[in-house]
């Protein structure tokens, strides 16, 4: 079947059969219902979680407030019933009056101790060494008068003086300070009724949360949601090729004007049919325009691939020829090697002086040994794949150094004649080079009579 007349087939196929289901093209579509309720609850919840999180803040800060008044009432109280015990210096009785207080409020207070009058820790209740061991830690960590978490728990350090009046001799009134009294209390009372306040506040927030998705969700659907689902059986029925779209309005305005779109391109659809139908024809002979460059390339190609086959054809000639060339390598050496140990015995001897000619033989033999490596090297080089590394070069120079790397017969005269204001050229120094050497050789070897 001719290109032509497959697009006039699909085209009576657009045109006249029933449109193709479209194709999903990010993964399984989801209801609008749905997207606007998960958006709508995302958004309630994220609103109810900021309102509790400032509110908890608030609400924390002035519960623990509340309660580091409390317990500084509490350690006031301390301080006055321990004046009295130290005013002589009783530390056993200002730990005896401290014992039931603590013992009264133990819930809120974890210990109490007494320090003298340069910071010693004299005693503690209930015991001394837990009282040092937290209250040298509130000093490392600079946390006093600070909720603080310790290794042994949250704990409220605070430290208030013992103060007391006496008069001189004069009438005049003076305050020392007896020592100071330390007060360590736990944070697990406002931690468990801060808990308490969490669930019953998040608890509310999540109805109200809930309520108000919902009554948000119930104006959406009949503001958003029910006139897009008009529009998409409008669209339904356009691809059913029924343009009789009837007049409508709704509460949205933007929806009222894409109704009223819908509705002219409707009447539009119908007049650009014969018009798509021409541009169709006239794609088609475009296609078949196409189809025959096409074909050309295809052509060209596969020229192309019978070119790529000779080529791999002669880099395997080219691996044989050098794996040949490695084999005669080895003997061509010893051969080479044999010619120098004869010239070296034969030198000065008898038998050179008798017989001038095997001089002769020798350069002979080696030269063409010489010939022979040469020979080698160029079916290695074939089998290679070349790389050039251009560069700029300076042709003149590279000429001049070319005559050292010839054997130049004695009856060949050398000959340069350069032009001085040649421009570098960009290629590769070495591979030229040897181009010039192959050059001189073959000269050379053309006329061995000079």
Same mark, same amino acid.
């Given at each position: ?7 006039? %087939? ?16 990010? $993964? ?42 409390? !317990? ?17 210096? @009783? ?76 008069? @001189?001799?004069? $009438? ?64 339904? !029925? ?50 078949? !325009? +196409? ?9 060209? %190609? ?17 691996? %044989? ?29 008898? %038998? ?12 002979? +033999? ?25 560069? &700029? ?10 005559? !050292? ?40 070897? +053309?006329? &061995?009579?000079?």
């Amino acid at each position: 079947m001719s290109l032509a007349k497959t697009s006039i %087939l699909i085209y009576n196929s657009a045109r006249y059969g029933k449109p193709p289901e479209p194709v999903p093209v990010n $993964g399984k579509p989801r209801s609008l219902t749905l997207i606007i309720s998960a958006l709508l609850l995302v958004v309630s919840l994220g609103i109810t979680l900021s309102t509790f999180a400032f509110y908890y803040a608030m609400l924390k800060e002035k519960s623990y407030a509340n309660y580091l008044n409390q !317990q500084e009432l509490l350690l006031e109280q301390a301080v006055s019933q321990c004046t009295q015990p130290m005013a002589t210096d @009783d530390y056993i009785g200002a730990a005896q009056t401290l014992r039931p207080l603590q013992l009264q409020h133990r819930k809120t207070v974890s210990a109490f101790g007494v320090l003298d009058s340069v910071d010693t820790l004299q005693v503690g209740v209930p015991s001394k060494d837990s009282v040092d061991h937290i209250f040298q830690q509130a000093q490392k960590a600079k946390s006093l008068s600070q909720y603080h978490a310790y290794p042994e728990g949250k704990f409220l350090v605070i430290m208030r003086p013992l103060l007391a009046k006496r008069w @001189d001799a004069s $009438g005049n009134m003076q305050i020392l300070t007896l020592g100071k009294v330390i007060g360590i209390f736990h944070t697990s009372t406002v931690e468990s009724e801060m808990r308490g306040i969490v669930y019953k506040t998040v608890g509310v927030m999540l109805l109200f949360a809930f309520l108000g998705a919902g009554a948000a969700y119930g104006v959406l659907r009949r503001l958003v949601v029910n006139p897009i689902q008009s529009l998409v059986s409008l669209t339904k !029925q356009i691809a059913e090729k029924n343009f009789a779209v009837a007049s409508a309005d709704f509460a949205v305005q933007e929806i009222s004007i894409l109704w009223r779109a819908f509705r002219d391109m409707a009447r539009e659809i119908g007049r650009f049919n014969l018009a798509l139908e021409q541009r169709v024809m006239e794609r088609t002979s475009e296609l078949a !325009q +196409a189809n025959y460059e096409l074909a050309q390339a295809n052509h060209d %190609l596969m020229e192309a691939q019978e070119k790529m086959l000779r080529a791999e054809k002669l880099a395997a000639i080219g691996q %044989l020829a050098s794996g040949v060339g490695h084999e005669l390598r080895n003997p061509l050496g010893a051969i080479k090697n044999a010619v120098y140990y004869i010239r070296e015995a034969l030198a000065g001897s008898q %038998l050179l002086k008798e017989d001038p000619n095997l001089t002769e033989f020798l350069d002979h +033999a080696d030269k063409e040994v010489g010939s022979a490596t040469s020979i080698i090297n160029d079916l290695r080089d074939f089998s290679r794949i070349v790389k050039l590394a251009a560069e &700029p070069t300076d042709l003149n120079n590279l000429l001049r150094g070319l005559k !050292q790397s010839l054997e130049i017969p004695a009856n060949i005269q050398w000959t340069e004649q350069l032009a001085e204001d040649l421009p570098q050229a960009l290629l590769d120094p070495q591979k030229i080079r040897q181009v010039f050497v192959n050059l001189a050789n073959n000269a050379i070897q +053309a006329m &061995p009579e000079g």
